[in-house]
């Protein structure tokens, strides 16, 4: 398997890739796979998906017309294309979200990158989040501390993460100590995100749901519930 992951540290490479090209003679099914439409930013930058027989590639187009692009899928890989790899999630203030999927199914959480709105630039890997709010005037996601595939997660932390991306600041919300890691050991769960439900959102307060322990056949799910009002973070 080969791809490009230009954003991870590497320089933006010069690609024979066509502009705004979205065409297979050969894959016809390739338009229904990939979706082309541009996403555009507030401040006029766009993001958008092209792809020929051989390519599927995700271009960053700055206000000024600059394109970049970020991340590539080639060698047949273009059918995976948002199944695997980068895909967009959310616009804030100055920068972008981008969610990558490390394997293509299940059983691995998303690793999530934070790029620059103006140049494309990738500005902070934000590792594996529990929460990212899709509403501006909110811009908070939210993680277990270290959690990351280019980190060690230590459990015994116990911390919730909260960072506000548009002051680029990091608040942190303390966990029982040991709870999660028991909570892994109970449930037999390989990865701690995969305890965490969906999180609700009411107002500014966020719901986050953790599983305790794995329920049986007349056992209750043990679950535990804790309230994180962003309101007191956006300064």
Not at 6 to 12: H, I, N, S, V
Not at 113 to 138: A, E, R
Request: charged fraction near 25%.
């Amino acid at each position: 398997m080969r791809t490009f992951v230009t954003a991870l540290g590497l320089l933006f490479g010069t690609f024979s890739f066509g502009q705004n090209k979205c065409y297979c003679a050969k894959d016809t099914m390739l338009k229904e796979i990939i979706d082309c439409r541009i996403i555009k930013f507030d401040n006029k930058a766009k993001l958008y998906w092209s792809f020929n027989c051989d390519s599927s590639w995700l271009t960053f187009e700055s206000p000024t017309h600059k394109k970049e692009i970020i991340y590539s899928l080639d060698d047949g890989l273009q059918n995976y294309t948002g199944r695997l790899g980068y895909s967009y999630a959310q616009e804030y203030r100055n920068k972008f979200l981008i969610q990558n999927r490390v394997i293509s199914g299940c059983c691995a959480p998303l690793d999530f990158y934070l790029f620059n709105k103006s140049t494309g630039q990738l500005k902070k890997n934000l590792g594996k989040l529990i929460f990212y709010s899709q509403d501006k005037k909110l811009p908070f996601v939210i993680s277990l501390k270290n959690s990351s595939y280019d980190t060690t997660l230590v459990l015994d932390d116990n911390l919730l993460s909260v960072y506000n991306i548009d002051n680029n600041k990091t608040y942190y919300v303390k966990l029982p100590k040991g709870e999660i890691e028991r909570a892994m050991k109970n449930t037999e769960e390989t990865q701690p995100e995969f305890l965490f439900d969906e999180p609700i959102l009411k107002g500014t307060t966020v719901y986050i749901t953790y599983l305790l322990d794995k329920p049986g056949r007349e056992k209750k799910r043990h679950t535990k519930t804790i309230m994180i009002d962003l309101k007191k973070y956006n300064y």
